[in-house]
């Protein structure tokens, strides 16, 4: 075999708690990932120059060593010692720098794919050891589903499949630095932190209303004081029936519960006329984050860009 396709979801983090700043500069977290049913489609064809290519949709992403797609390839290359190259072809979905691992979860597929693509006989396991180097959600990224993730993003506790729902996932038109939320958070000054263990307890007991009056994310703190239109946006979702709204990640996506399809679709609509929002889709929970494709994307897709 020389060429694979992959999807490769997107995630929200149900629950975000940060626990402490460590001298390296890196945050101790908790937080409770899952997987989205969006995704970037990746295409790899192995080479037989020693050359790495990528080609994608967006022309303002970056084609070089500053996507995470080409360091995960490297970082492979070098430590196997593979002479031989990649073309990789990205169609992106995700919207970019929203707090959804968008860049991340292209990183785990490329883990994935090369796995298989040079026969590496890596486990899961082994992958997520390697994967850490290149970003504190790309271990969780090779699975996916959902997980607690403690550490940096590199201690990951599977977690049974959270209860089923339709989600609305919301992005304004704004881009938001991750590096920049986490150096202006003021964790002392923090009056609350998220109630992970009690989402962890609603997750088992299948309790979507439990896990929807417990959604919450410390980076809020820093993110919708300097944009607020992510607070109208949770506004505008809570005040038409969501079960609960909260930022994605560093965000600024938002992302609501609904465990009404029918009025999920229509809030939609209405969300999508508001002008509050670039990016939208409606979509639901996914249980892994890399999947072999055939090729053809959901309508839930496609609906993305509006
Ligand atoms: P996270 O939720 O992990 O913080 P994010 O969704 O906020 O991630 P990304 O979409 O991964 O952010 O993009 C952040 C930046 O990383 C972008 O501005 C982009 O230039 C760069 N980048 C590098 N590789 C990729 C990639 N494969 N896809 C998207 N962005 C990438």
């Known amino acids: 075999m020389d060429r694979i396709t992959l999807k490769a979801m997107a995630k929200i983090n149900l629950g975000l708690d940060v626990i402490r700043r460590r001298e390296d500069g890196y945050h101790e977290v908790r937080m409770i990932m899952q997987t989205v049913d969006l995704c970037d489609e990746l295409s790899f064809q192995r080479l037989k120059e020693d050359e790495l290519r990528l080609a994608t949709n967006l022309d303002f992403l970056p084609t070089d060593q500053n996507n995470l797609i080409i360091r995960a390839a490297k970082l492979l290359k070098e430590e196997f010692g593979i002479r031989e190259g990649l073309d990789v072809n990205l169609t992106k979905r995700i919207p970019v720098a929203a707090g959804m691992a968008g860049g991340s ?24 050891k390697r ?9 969780y990224c090779i699975t996916g589903g959902t997980a607690l993730s403690e550490g940096i993003g590199e ?30 958070l003021d964790l002392g000054g923090l009056e609350r932190h998220p109630d992970i263990d009690g989402m962890l307890e609603c997750i088992r007991r299948q309790d979507l209303c439990g896990v929807a009056e417990r959604l919450e994310n410390v980076l ?22 969501a079960l609960g709204a909260l ?13 009404d399809g029918e009025k999920a679709a229509w809030v939609h609509e209405e969300l999508r006329k508001s002008g509050l929002v670039k990016e939208s889709c409606l979509t639901s929970f ?21």
Request: charged share 20%.
């Open 220 to 241: 809020e703190s820093v993110t919708v004081k300097k944009y607020p239109i992510i607070a109208r946006i949770k506004e505008f979702l809570t005040s038409r029936g």
């Open 286 to 306: 996914a249980d892994r984050t890399c999947m072999k494709t055939g090729g053809k994307m959901g309508v839930r897709e496609r609906n993305l860009r509006v």
């Open 131 to 139: 994967a850490v180097a290149i970003g504190a959600d790309v271990p």
């Open 105 to 128: 979860t292209d990183a785990a597929a490329v883990f994935v794919a090369m796995n298989e693509l040079f026969r590496l006989g890596l486990s899961d396991d082994d992958l997520r």
């Open 155 to 184: 201690i990951l506790t599977p977690l049974p499949a959270a209860p089923a729902c339709t989600v609305i996932v919301a992005k304004p038109p704004i881009h938001v630095s991750t590096a920049f939320v986490y150096r202006n």
């Open 247 to 259: 930022m994605s990640g560093s965000g600024p996506t938002v992302f609501a519960l609904y465990d």
